[in-house]
């Protein structure tokens, strides 16, 4: 149960000073008696309250007497007043006997099946049946049955005898949600939460209901009859999917999670978390790799012992020095991505470091540099939660940030809110935050922003897509200037924000520092136990320029690290750049199509198995502790520092501590930043019948790597149907509801196709669902132009 | 019976009229004059009268009309609403749908009166949908009365204009309470709202309205036109006025009979043409199952809020429910909390659960199969539903039990051994089967 916690009594003209069981308390004006309870150690029983959801005082449970007032009243409705008086159940004999009175209610259709009930042992039911219920019951005729269990969803069950009514998870999906696909039917007794047919719970965060629900009557698939609360060990983790940075506790029994839920945050996911971060950790149980690999000289891989392993991937190094390029994953951890960040430019004496596995541009690193690194805080939650004009450029909340979602939408609701998208259309997400759609085929994107009256000191929210088109990160800068909007850069990917604060960039050094910035190399050196002139001082090569000069034979040798060959911007560039270097190091947890090809396949440690941190998009530190001890798995850090130590260089970064010691010490940069790019944008392509141009972006919930093995979430993703308007499907005899074909010289994607409003001569589809995966079969990004035709079935 | 105070028919006066309900025959009788002239005064001017009348509410709950108008905040830049209660669904009430049969343009009228003094522009009368032929007729008289210009734009040139809806319900009993009435019209499966805000304040569509009785309204023109004095000279000061009496059950006349609050029981029951031959009363309810019950020896009192509230009971809707010595009490509180039971929303706790199991417990009493420890178990969770429900309806499913235990507690001992149909035949107390009388 979520018990508020805001202790700031600074402002006393806004305090009102009341009294609660003979107990004087002085809490802000509006507070409700439940909280003001709370705070002053009184917990007043109750199922339908939850400090985020708007009252409804329906379940009768927190009923306590107020002087003056001729019965108990609902304390989770009721605002303590100047001068009232109030009993709670701890003085008063009236509310504790309605208390009990509405626990034998609650208890006499309840099921007795607490022994298998997944709530048993962490459910408010039977915890408060304990307190206030009685030991034997009065009630001995037939209790309420009901068919069991419904399925809302593949993910999410329920269990109709267990509901106590509360309403939470129909309140939740309506008012937090916006997906009110849930909603109670019928009346009496037979009152039920109940989901139209043929219109399952698809929410991305259905699992909230799960959480919050008082009693075992929702429960979800992945977790149902799974294991006993008192079995699970609990701790407090930071989720690795998204920007966000939810907090989260993590479940686990045996050394194995059993399950993820939301950690209440204030300052960043509330109470919340979505069902990607709920859900999706079986990627934790497979394809592990345990062991580190090496190629022998007749080509096969094998077993090694890790400092035989470490020694052939120096050696290897070693060879190629001045050859390398480092390629990362979007989901290192912060310590991580540093250590790769300083082994580049120690180890491997050179700047050719990415971690941008996904689309991106030259444009973009000068972005980053410029204006997101040492940004730290300029756009926060709270800030989204107060914003009277918010501006989004190619950027779908909901899809790519699902908590900046909830909150906007929190804004929206409250109605202050004015929300401007430049997208090709207006999205369900985008719907639920009102947003106002300025319809723009990609590449249009500067030229729209030029055009577009913006209001003074808005708010700019920039997705990572903007890469993908040419200048319209210039000219996001340009325009949050001439208005004086603050603007922030909002990644998917967890480790994103943090790989650019640590330079894990060509042209950046740690703390924004420009590698061309002499002075900026002393500090870094300094820091680093070596000269300035040690860090190279020539900006580096890109993702696309690393694989290119791969592929040139430039490079000799490649380090790739939390990296999926499926999320390449283009997988097939990267396969030949790895069939043409002559040696390759993976680290990575699980096996797959690159650890497979590397001359040294080294395993690391997931994030259950290790500490660290993320930087979420408002540049917020996000530490976590390691949740699972038993294991000897290694950090990234770790192993690239016995690395460093097998080529004989004074790494440091033995332990965590040493590291986030060594990070701490940067401080921040007053020397030159990096100049903001200025790209000139070019128009939109240009198109004609039978050909489109290709907008897309990733879903939520789709086929990544990380969802891998949750065959209940994938359950629930959306459908995966192609966009166009009904002027592009006419013009290229397209029909609603029928196949339509997107191809280029690449390959080519079956899809149904859905009309709706949108920009014409764009065809939308889903990044990576089904059928629908843009980067293996097109290798084409937003903005490209594709040939449509009508598919046959 | 001496002195029997008189009839006072106002509403019902020209119910025998063979058109009564057509515009020509209420205008006639004076209809709509009342509506012109309260149009020349200024709306707190009609307001100030019918706080002066003391006319109260006729839904049950008795609150001042006049009042109730005066807290719809003024300039307040919002639309304000009327909504009418017509969803008459209390079991033994039967009196606004008679009237607005026989009379709709008396509510037509009231409402137009009632929508200029509290400045609302849209009139909505929610009735309830099992009755189709009520509906048709309301909507006739509206339709006139837009046709003569007594609704509409510019009524009667005096720049007020008024749009009047005619809304169906859809049969439930919760509807009938005000705010789940207002989420209803609105859309919304009908249950309860939390308050505040009051419907004064944010009612419909969140804007501030007035929600009243049909019975209530159709009162209003015969004020404005005559004045509060002659409607205080009717009744007694804290029931001012005259009110519809719908007498039902074990009597020889059932039938709505207007008269002087104040009127006693025994006078009611003699227009009714007293119980019906061979019986004698046995128990009988004031108004509707929701207020507690009581015996011969009760009627006597003045049918006043004040008199019954002393008797430990209410007037309710003003339709006493009169029983003879052939029913079973046991069967009569089990028919009626078998309807809370169907009708409870099941929002709240109390109600939901409180109403399924007492239902439970009495069935079984019915069946002669009680215990007698399970009699103190019914009372014990009447009581927690008293008082702790959301709304009233709870309140009023915990009210025929202890009603009928103060009197009758024996029969309930007598329902552990014997059950009603075997102590009372139900073919003796039924009115349409004369046989065993």
Redesign the interface.
């Known amino acids: 149960m979520t018990l508020t916690s805001d202790n700031k009594q600074t402002n006393t003209e806004n305090q009102i000073t009341a009294t609660i069981d003979g107990i004087q308390v002085q809490v802000p004006k509006g507070t409700l008696i439940i909280r003001a309870a709370e705070r002053m150690g009184t917990f007043v029983p109750r199922f339908c309250d939850h400090p985020s959801l708007a009252?409804?005082?329906?379940?009768?449970?927190c009923?306590v007497e107020i002087e003056g007032m001729?019965?108990?009243q609902p304390s989770c409705?009721i605002p303590l007043t100047e001068g009232m008086v109030v009993k709670t159940q701890m003085t008063s004999e009236v509310a504790e006997k309605?208390q009990a009175?509405?626990m034998?209610?609650?208890l006499?259709?309840h099921p007795l099946d607490c022994p298998v009930c997944d709530k048993g042992g962490e459910c408010p039911l039977q915890n408060q049946a304990m307190t206030a219920g009685r030991a034997e019951s009065?009630?001995d005729?037939?209790k309420?049955t009901f068919p069991k269990p419904i399925e809302l969803s593949t993910e999410i069950l329920l269990d109709r005898e267990r509901c106590?009514?509360c309403a939470r998870c129909t309140r939740f999906s309506e008012e937090i949600a916006g997906d009110p696909f849930i909603?109670?039917l019928?009346?009496?007794?037979?009152?039920q939460v109940g989901i139209a047919t043929d219109e399952p719970f698809n929410s991305y965060f259905s699992g909230n209901t799960v959480q919050i629900c008082p009693v075992g009557a929702l429960t979800s698939s992945s977790y149902r009859f799974r294991s006993r609360p008192f079995d699970l060990v609990s701790v407090p983790t930071t989720c690795e999917h998204c920007a966000s940075g939810c907090s989260l506790r993590t479940d686990y029994r045996r050394e194995t999670v059993m399950r993820r839920l939301a950690w209440e945050d204030p300052a960043v996911n509330e109470d919340w978390n979505c069902d990607k971060g709920r859900f999706a950790f079986s990627y934790l149980k497979t394809n592990r790799l345990t062991q580190p690999k090496v190629r022998t000289k007749d080509g096969n891989q094998v077993d090694a012992l890790w400092p035989d392993a470490i020694d052939f991937a120096a050696k290897g190094l070693k060879d190629a020095k001045g050859k390398v390029g480092v390629l990362l994953g979007g989901r290192l951890t912060l310590e991580d991505a540093y250590a790769y960040s300083k082994f580049a430019r120690l180890a491997l004496e050179t700047n050719d470091i990415d971690f941008r596995n996904r689309v991106n541009s030259a444009e973009e690193q000068d972005f980053l540099g410029s204006v997101v690194a040492g940004s730290a805080g300029t756009v926060t939650y709270a800030d989204l939660e107060k914003a009277q004009n918010v501006l989004l450029v190619n950027f779908e909340p909901e899809e790519e940030s699902p908590i900046v979602f909830l909150r906007l939408r929190k804004a929206a609701e409250k109605g202050q809110i004015n929300i401007i998208a430049i997208a090709p259309y207006l999205s369900r997400g985008l719907e639920k935050i009102n947003a106002e759609v300025v319809a723009t085929k990609p590449g249009d994107e500067a030229k729209v922003l030029r055009g577009l009256e913006i209001a003074q000191d808005s708010i700019i929210l920039v997705g990572e897509r903007a890469a993908a088109t040419e200048g319209t990160l210039s000219a996001v800068i340009e325009v949050a200037e001439k208005t004086n909007s603050k603007l922030s850069w909002i990644p998917r990917r967890a480790g994103e924000r943090g790989a650019v604060e640590v330079g894990a960039l060509p042209n950046l050094l740690p703390g924004a520092r420009p590698v061309t910035e002499s002075s900026a190399r002393s500090e870094v050196g300094a820091i680093w136990g070596v000269n300035g002139s040690d860090i190279p001082s020539k900006p580096g090569r890109n993702h696309a320029e690393i694989i290119q000069a791969a592929i040139n034979g430039e490079l000799k040798a490649l380090v790739i690290a939390g990296l999926d060959v499926l999320d390449a911007p283009d997988p097939q560039a990267l396969g030949l750049a790895i069939n043409s270097v002559d040696f390759v190091i993976t680290l990575g947890i699980q096996e797959n199509s690159l650890t497979r090809y590397a001359n040294v396949s080294l395993p690391v440690a997931p994030v259950t198995e290790k500490s660290g941190t993320f930087i979420n998009w408002e540049g917020r530190p996000r530490p976590f502790g390691r949740a699972i001890t038993s294991t000897n798995a290694l950090t990234d850090a770790r192993v690239l520092a016995m690395i460093a130590e097998s080529l004989g260089l004074d790494f440091g970064l033995q332990t965590i501590e040493e590291l986030r010691q060594e990070l701490s010490s940067f401080g921040s940069w007053n020397g030159n930043k990096l100049v903001k790019p200025t790209v000139t944008a070019k128009d939109s392509a240009k198109t004609s019948v039978g050909n489109a141009i290709l907008s897309t972006w990733n879903l939520l919930l789709d086929d990544g790597a990380l969802q891998k093995g949750e065959e209940h979430l994938a359950g629930t993703q959306r459908p995966v149907v192609a966009h166009m308007s009904e002027k592009t499907a006419t013009d290229n005899k397209l029909e609603n509801e029928e196949k339509v074909i997107i191809s280029n010289s690449r390959g080519s994607i079956t899809i149904k196709l859905e009309i709706i409003e949108m920009v014409n001569d764009v065809v939308w589809i889903p990044s990576n669902n089904h059928d629908s995966k843009v980067k293996s079969k097109l290798g084409a990004k937003e903005g490209d132009v594709v040939t449509i035709k009508k598919g046959s079935f | 019976m001496q002195n029997k105070m008189a009839l006072t028919p106002v509403l019902t006066a020209h119910w025998d009229d063979p058109k009564s309900f057509e515009i020509e025959t209420y205008k006639k009788h004076g209809g709509y004059v009342a509506l012109k002239n309260s149009l020349k005064m200024t709306p707190d001017e009609v307001i100030g009268i019918v706080k002066d009348s003391g006319l109260r509410g006729r839904g049950g709950a008795g609150f001042p009309t006049g009042m109730k108008w005066s807290f719809v905040p003024q300039n307040d830049g919002k639309p304000h609403y009327l909504v009418v209660n017509a969803d008459e669904s209390e079991p033994g009430a039967c009196k606004d749908i008679p009237l607005m049969l026989a009379n709709p343009h008396s509510l037509v009228e009231g409402i137009a009166i009632a929508s200029y003094a509290i400045r609302a522009n849209h009139a909505f009368i929610y009735i309830r949908g099992e009755v189709p032929h009520v509906i048709r007729r309301v909507m006739n008289a509206v339709e006139q009365a837009y046709a003569e210009g007594l609704l509409g734009k510019n009524i009667q040139g005096s720049g007020f204009n008024l749009e009047v809806v005619v809304h169906a319900g859809a049969g439930a009993y919760i509807c009938g309470e005000e705010t789940a009435l207002l989420d209803s019209l609105e859309g919304r499966r009908g249950q309860p709202r939390l308050k505040p805000p009051f419907p004064a304040v944010a009612g419909l569509y969140a804007s501030p309205t007035v929600v009243n009785n049909a019975e209530t309204l159709a009162s209003v023109p015969s004020i404005i036109l005559n004045g509060a004095d002659w409607f205080k000279s009717m009744g007694t000061e804290k029931s001012p006025g005259f009110k519809l009496f719908a007498v039902s059950g074990h009597v020889n006349r059932p039938g709505i009979f207007e008269a002087a609050l104040g009127t006693t029981m025994s006078e009611l029951l003699d227009y009714a043409g007293g119980m019906r031959k061979g019986s004698k009363l046995k128990f009988w309810i004031p108004g509707g199952s929701s207020v507690p019950m009581l015996t011969p020896d009760h009627i006597d009192i003045p049918m006043t809020y004040e008199d019954l509230a002393a008797a430990g009971t209410m007037l309710g809707t003003g339709t006493p429910m009169m029983f003879d010595h052939t029913t079973s009490v046991v069967k009569a509180v089990t028919r009626w909390l078998e309807f809370y039971k169907h009708e409870s929303c099941g929002k709240c706790t109390p109600c939901r659960e409180g109403t399924y199991w007492i239902t439970g417990v009495l069935e079984k009493f019915e069946h002669g199969k009680g215990k007698e420890e399970e009699l103190e178990v019914i009372n014990d969770v009447c009581g927690q539903i008293a008082g702790r429900s959301f709304c009233a309806l709870g309140d009023a499913a915990a009210t025929p039990f202890p009603g009928a235990m103060k009197y009758f507690a024996d029969e309930f001992r007598e329902a552990t051994r014997t059950s009603a149909d075997a102590s009372f035949p139900p073919s003796a107390t039924t009115i349409f089967d004369k046989a065993g009388v």
């Open positions: 009252p409804v005082a329906a379940c009768r449970m009923l001729p019965k108990p409705a309605a009175g509405v034998e209610f609650l006499i259709n009065r009630f005729i037939e309420r106590v009514e909603e109670l019928e009346r009496g007794a037979k009152q």
